[in-house]
């Protein structure tokens, strides 16, 4: 019979014993999160017999590293792991199994499933809609004899694309509609509270005091405001996201195109004579070559729809070693005509991007997008700043990128004005003022 001797902290101990229905431990790094996260479940397993816990990260890899290898060598003579199904089990009938959520869509693997206890690591890199999908799955299994009320337990960091429904749940205590204040609990624990690294690893108490300021304010005391949330803070679903209408066929319409195997992100978008944008439809798909990337965007596209043009990444540019032949030629011979390279200048580009979701003087936004278009509404509002460029968006989770990437592409095509570099001033002229925009209002500066 093995045996687990521990010794947590006091603000682990919180954590043991909290009974809310929803608690988050941390807030800053190196505090002994995964480590009371690991042992939290163990002591759930040992105490509850039959019970089914989920313990999660985003990426396999992280999930390995700072669980599985963890947990096999304190439960090796306690539970057996399965590696292909991910879990340990115990001679109790409990079961931990470990998970991940690399994409968005990851989490729906959990649908329909039950787990009386799920605990989320790093949860501030989850988005709200796979915490929001893992609480549906957080309820009885109907496997335990004893009834058991069930909880979901939650460690993070500041940052990430999770860090605002964190912040508003556990630091803000913020709560809308059903959400009830009494179901979240927040122990906050700093490096300061992890005697095992204050005696054994104080250098890495110095490396947390030599970050840079707003990060060490983060990672080191905690502080939730530091970090910068949203990249576009201006998005607002009442204001930037419209009912479908039929767009009258004399409109311009353009498209912007991010291609890539793991996903083709592609957006019409029609300019009403007021110079505003409307991104009325989205192609979102996943493992299309690049031939049938084009039949695809082809297909969506109804017949007599005139598209001027569909500009994309540079990159799509460049020749490929097995063919000779760059994906652009390769679109082009499947049927998709008019590609123009876009303009790739990621931070002048998401500053145009910005600049279309502000009000112009009319108060209305410069873009409006319609409720059909549910990756780009879904991704806009995860972006977030990029740690080490400013002023540029975070590449990660990469899923979220594609369809803002396309947007990008798309309206740097028709940059404003005065988002241009200097360089690029004379040579262009665009306004949202005026009920008829000018002739050269159209024009792209891809045209040039
Ligand atoms: N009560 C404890 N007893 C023994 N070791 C502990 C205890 N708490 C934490 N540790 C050890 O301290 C180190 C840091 O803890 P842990 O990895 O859990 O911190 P963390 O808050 O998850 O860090 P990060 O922010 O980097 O994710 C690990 O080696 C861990 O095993
Ligand atoms: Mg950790």
Redesign the pocket.
Known sequence: MGEII????EK?RLFFESEARYTAY?GA????????MRIKMILLALNYPAINILLLRRTLGELRENHILPLQKILCDIAEYRESQKEFRFKNGSRIKLGYCDAESDVLQYQGQSYEVIGLEEATHFTYFQFQCLTECNRVSGSMKKPFAPRMFL?A?PGGVGHDWFKRLFVDRQYRGNEKAENYAFIRSLVFD?G??MENNPEYVEALMALPEKRRAAMLYGDWDSFEGAFFPEFCREVHVCRPFKIPPHWQKFCGLDYGLDMTACLWIAVSPEGRLYVYRELYKSGLLLSEAAKKIREVTPSGENIRYTVASPDLWNRRQESGKSGAEIMNAAGLTGLKKAVNERVNGWRVVREYLKDGEDGKSGICIFDCCENLIRCLPLLRFDENVKEDAAGTPHEITHAPEALRYALMSRAPKSVLPEKKKPSYAYSFEGARPQKESYRSIIDY
Do not use: C, E, L, V
């Open positions: 521990i010794n947590p902290n682990q941390g790094r190196g505090g002994g999160k995964s480590w009371a460690t960091n992890n095992y690294i």
